[in-house]
T-cell receptor
Framework: DAGVIQSPRHEVTEMGQEVTLRCKPI?????LFWYRQTMMRGLELLIY????????DSGMPEDRFSAKMPNASFSTLKIQPSEPRDSAVYFC?????????FGQGTRLTVV | GENVEQHPSTLSVQEGDSAVIKCTYS??????FPWYKQELGKGPQLIID?????GEKKDQRIAVTLNKTAKHFSLHITETQPEDSAVYFC???????????FGAGTRLTVKP
């Protein structure tokens, strides 16, 4: 398996634009997590899914953030409209009731 | 909810020395404690984990200890090498809900 795959690796966008981050979890994993990493706040859990159903989205910072998991092999994290303070590295991870495996992350810069 | 504290934030050791990173957690119900290593430009990688029914686990130069009474766990790296230089994160979770909370990270530098 290629591991958790995220795209794009880097994204630079202007304030106010919509940003969509994508994730393909490891096949067979039934949990999917979205994390955000910044110097100030470290690794923060934004939302996680179990069997494609959102279980806990209490970490989503604002209504501008939304996440979907239309099927077991794909998830998106959308920010609309984006703001400079959203600049961070966003990680997707997946697990199968055990250890979580992370993707390489998407470095988002909002200018 | 769970709160994980990690110390130190930075650690510098000489090649060949040992490194110890410590974490405490707040939720006594937490029963799964993984450690991740993050190299520059990469995602965190699981290096070792321990469950609450075990007090210690070893994997070559890496060991983790858990004290459930005191609610703290530690990562021990022996015979450190320059390639061990990275940021290390501890985490704690309830395996049932997979709500994993991370410590703030420790930047380890191993000097040749």
């Amino acid at each position: 398996d290629a591991g958790v795959i995220q795209s794009p690796r880097h994204e630079v966008t202007e304030m106010g634009q919509e940003v969509t981050l994508r994730c393909k979890p490891i096949s067979g994993h039934d949990y999917l997590f979205w994390y955000r990493q910044t110097m100030m706040r470290g690794l923060e859990l934004l939302i996680y899914f179990n069997n494609n159903v959102p279980i806990d989205d209490s970490g989503m910072p604002e209504d501008r953030f939304s996440a979907k998991m239309p099927n077991a092999s794909f998830s998106t994290l959308k920010i609309q409209p984006s703001e400079p303070r959203d600049s961070a590295v966003y990680f997707c991870a997946s697990s199968n009731r055990g250890s979580a495996f992370f993707g390489q992350g998407t470095r988002l810069t909002v200018v | 909810g769970e709160n994980v504290e990690q110390h130190p934030s930075t650690l510098s050791v000489q090649e060949g020395d040992s490194a110890v990173i410590k974490c405490t957690y707040s939720d006594s119900a937490s029963n799964y404690f993984p450690w991740y290593k993050q190299e520059l430009g990469k995602g965190p990688q699981l290096i070792i984990d321990i469950r609450s029914n075990v007090g210690e686990k070893k994997d070559q130069r890496i060991a983790v200890t858990l004290n459930k009474t005191a609610k703290h766990f530690s990562l021990h790296i022996t015979e450190t090498q320059p390639e061990d230089s990275a940021v290390y994160f501890c985490a704690a979770s309830l395996r049932n809900n997979n709500d994993m909370r991370f410590g703030a990270g420790t930047r380890l530098t191993v000097k040749p």
